[in-house]
Each structure stands twice: as C-alpha cells, then as structure tokens.
C-alpha cells in the first residue's frame, strides 16, 4: 500500500500550491482521502478530508475558503488546491486513506511520505 504526496515547494505569502496525493488502484478504490500537516515542533493536524465519490469533504477553519480538496478516480489521485497562503500554512504535508472522510488522524490506515511547504513571508 503506496501513498505518494507530491507538489509542495517554496512560495511566498499570497502565492498558490497544488499538492497531488497518488496511489495504487487498489488502496485507492473505495477510499476516503484526508490531508494533514505538521509544522516543527507541533502535532499533526487534520486539513482536508475528502471522500470516494468526491461529494464530501471536510476542511479545518484555518483553511476554510482558501484550500479546495479534489479527486480524479480515473487518475486515483487526489489534489488539495491552496490560495492565499500565509506563513503559518508553513509545514509538512501529508496524506492518508481511509475508510471515511473524518478528521481524526487515526482513522486513516495508511498514510504517504509528506511533501514540505513552506511559505515566506
């Protein structure tokens, strides 16, 4: 089971990053998506969830309006579109499958290698 986070890089405040998750058909058929992040020092934190079909999706407040979680099946990849970034969205990004769309960390049973952002302010 193979997730692979991809995309991130170095931006400067207000600028725009567009993470791809990728998998396996098999771990990603029937599956929910979910985002997390960890910045130095802090515990991960739940970003976005989102599930098989698309049609759910979850977001933290911090990011509300400003990330969009997607997913093409046909790719079985998943993308979290970030604008308007700040400093603080600084941090380690990763993703994870699970059975559901929630925000709890340990409700995903598999999770990718991260992906590092960082945003300059």
């Known amino acids: 089971v193979q997730l692979q986070a991809s995309g991130g890089g170095l931006v400067q405040a207000g600028g725009s990053l567009r993470l791809s998750c990728a998998a396996s058909?098999?771990?990603?058929?029937?599956?929910?998506v979910g985002w997390f992040r960890q910045a130095p020092g802090q515990e991960r934190k739940f970003v976005a969830a989102v599930s098989w079909s698309g049609g759910a999706t979850l977001y933290a407040n911090s990011v509300k309006d400003r990330f969009t979680v997607s997913r093409d099946n046909a790719k079985n990849t998943v993308y979290l579109q970030m604008n308007s970034l700040k400093p603080e969205d600084t941090a380690v990004y990763y993703c994870?499958?699970?059975?559901?769309?929630?925000?709890?960390?340990?409700?995903?049973?598999?999770w990718g290698q991260g992906t590092q952002v960082t945003v300059s302010s």
């Open positions: 994870a499958a699970g059975t559901t769309a929630q925000t709890a960390a340990n409700a995903y049973a598999y």
């Open positions: 058909e098999r771990t990603f058929s029937g599956t929910s």
